[in-house]
């Protein structure tokens, strides 16, 4: 799917209302699939540039109010950036988890989906969180 330049229009306030009402379904327990919320997150995952996805990320990191949430943000939209290659991500990664200790604590939920570089890098970020999530109960 090509980039659709229209993510990169949206603003401050509408990551964070995206991000609210994806949270708001998921934690309803709502099927992510019959949810505008999440059918714009899939969209969202392959049609919008890195930088517009990690607006999203940043505003669902700020808006996770538990682990459960946190762990649902790195499975999703973390993890599937983590899975585009370069430096780009691995940049950006490193230098958001060292300002942003919700976003590196998050980081410490995903699953090795990054590419050799990209996730020694996460490693090295992840290994300076102190209180990393602890495995999803199940």
């Known amino acids: 799917m090509p980039i659709d ?16 009402a994806w949270l708001e ?12 919320a999440g059918r714009s997150l899939v969209l969202m995952n392959f ?3 890195p930088d517009a996805q990690w607006e999203f990320i940043g505003a669902a ?5 538990d ?5 649902h943000v790195a499975a999703g939209p973390i993890e599937h950036l983590l899975g585009t290659p ?4 691995s940049d950006r990664v490193e230098r958001f988890a060292a300002e942003e200790p919700r976003f590196a604590r998050a980081l410490t ?3 090795p989906v990054a590419d050799g570089g990209v996730r020694a890098r996460v490693e090295e970020a992840c290994a ?11």
Request: net charge negative; charged share 30%.
């Open 5 to 20: 330049p229209r993510w990169s229009e949206l603003g401050g306030s509408d990551w964070l209302a995206l991000a609210r």
């Open 25 to 36: 379904e998921w934690r309803r327990g709502v099927p992510l699939e019959d949810t505008e």
């Open 47 to 49: 049609a919008a540039t």
């Open 61 to 65: 990191v700020s808006l996770a109010a």
């Open 67 to 71: 682990d459960e949430d946190r762990r």
């Open 86 to 89: 370069g430096p780009l991500v």
């Open 109 to 111: 939920g995903t699953w």
């Open 128 to 138: 300076r969180v102190r209180d990393p999530l602890a495995p999803a109960s199940g």
